[in-house]
């Protein structure tokens, strides 16, 4: 890098895949990356680890049952010790902080990361339900605070990558995807798939909620709802293409029919350090392509019938307002029920429908109003499920 100041970096979800993926670029740039804030859920043992590791200047476990457990663990250390749900949203907003990671899972990641832009902090975002809920609001506040909302999802990271240097209109975004651990599988089949055989990704290693979004195609319908709002296009401008190898990130297609593209090796550090980083690229150790050892790419239209998640995500672009906010919180519910046992696989889409069409829509929510809209979302959600149990 140019610029040779150390950037200090929160990490909220030090604990998740992600997290913990970005402590090994920190680790791989010492002198360039500090990790200056930690946050975990409920994982106390290994943010105490990372804690004791990469000594920030503090730690947040939001579980607040958790927090004797740490401070008593962590009071030898120099590490100041918070615990709860609003102290997410008041370490991000630290003066020392030079950009906020967000990877919290879920819904809990929109709250730190608005304080996060009211403070004027670059966002690397890789908690898409963030824009899935309150892309309106987001994008604008970005816009207000002057500031930069940075990709780490490896499909637009490399859609932004894909448009750095470029002026041109864009004609299409081509958003690919595994298509998870049941891409050939029918529908008879899927109706009897079970939490261990969707937790087994072919190509990614990621946390189990979004393994099983990726399993059911809801993660792919949030990155077009993430993909909408980052990027100012419109949702029958963002083609899914299932390209199972993982190896073309995604791609751009412009106006004269040039299409331009992002491949790697399935690895989610290139991403994060690239908006660690950026505008610079770093030197990384990496795994690189082996052109002689690649097989045979190819790209499949996405089965609409069998993956019904992803066409609630643009059926969601199109009913704006709460609508993406609602197919969110049902689809969180839906999700833990599954892993749980206490719903099937097809189910989770009927779930998400079901309750869709009983939430009320609203056309121009505020903070507050997507606020409610989640709690009420997860209630009635939770009562379908249980009536189908």
Not at 105 to 126: D, M, Y
Not at 243 to 256: G, M
Request: charged share 20%; aromatic share 6%; proline share 5%.
């Amino acid at each position: 890098m140019t610029n040779t100041k150390m950037k200090r970096v929160c990490i909220l979800g030090s604990t998740g895949s992600i997290g913990t993926q970005t402590l090994q670029v920190i680790s791989e740039h010492p002198d360039l990356f500090e990790a200056y804030v930690l946050t975990a859920n409920s994982r106390a043992d290994l943010l105490i680890q990372q804690a004791k590791e990469y000594k920030p200047q503090c730690v947040v476990i939001a579980d607040e049952s958790k927090y004797e457990y740490v401070r008593d663990a962590l009071a030898d250390d120099p590490v100041q010790v918070y615990t709860g749900a609003e102290a997410l949203c008041q370490v991000v907003q630290m003066e020392p902080v030079d950009i906020v990671l967000t990877a919290l899972v879920g819904f809990s990641g929109l709250r730190p990361t608005i304080s996060a832009i009211r403070a004027g902090k670059p966002i690397a975002l890789a908690n898409k339900e963030t824009l899935v809920v309150a892309g309106e609001l987001i994008t604008g506040l970005c816009l207000e605070h002057r500031v930069p909302l940075l990709p780490v999802d490896s499909e637009h990271s490399a859609i932004f990558q894909s448009l750095m240097g470029e002026v041109s209109a864009v004609e299409k975004i081509i958003l690919t995807a595994s298509g998870g651990p049941f891409r050939t599988f029918t529908l008879d089949q899927l109706r009897d798939v079970t939490p261990a055989q969707a937790l087994k990704h072919p190509n990614w290693d990621m946390g189990a909620k979004i393994t099983i979004d990726s399993a059911s195609m809801m993660n792919k319908g949030f990155e077009v709802i993430e993909a909408r709002w980052l990027f100012d296009v419109a949702p029958d401008k963002i083609q899914v293409v299932v390209h199972p190898q993982s190896i073309l990130h995604s791609a751009v297609q412009f106006e004269d029919g040039a299409v331009k593209g992002q491949l790697g090796m399935p690895d989610m550090r290139v991403p994060i350090q690239l908006a660690l980083s950026y505008p610079q690229r770093l030197k990384s150790s990496f795994p690189r392509i082996d052109w002689w050892d690649l097989k045979d790419l190819t790209f499949e239209k996405p089965d609409a019938e069998k993956f019904r998640c992803l066409q609630m995500a643009y059926e969601a672009i199109r009913m704006g307002g709460n609508a993406a906010c609602i197919v969110n919180a049902a689809n969180e519910v839906a999700n833990l029920a599954f892993r749980q046992e206490r719903c099937k696989f097809l189910q989770m889409a009927d779930v998400i429908e079901q309750t869709l069409q009983r939430i009320p829509h609203q056309e121009k929510p505020t903070l507050q109003d997507y606020l409610d809209c989640d709690s009420e979302t997860r209630i009635i959600a939770n009562e379908i499920i249980n009536t189908k149990s």
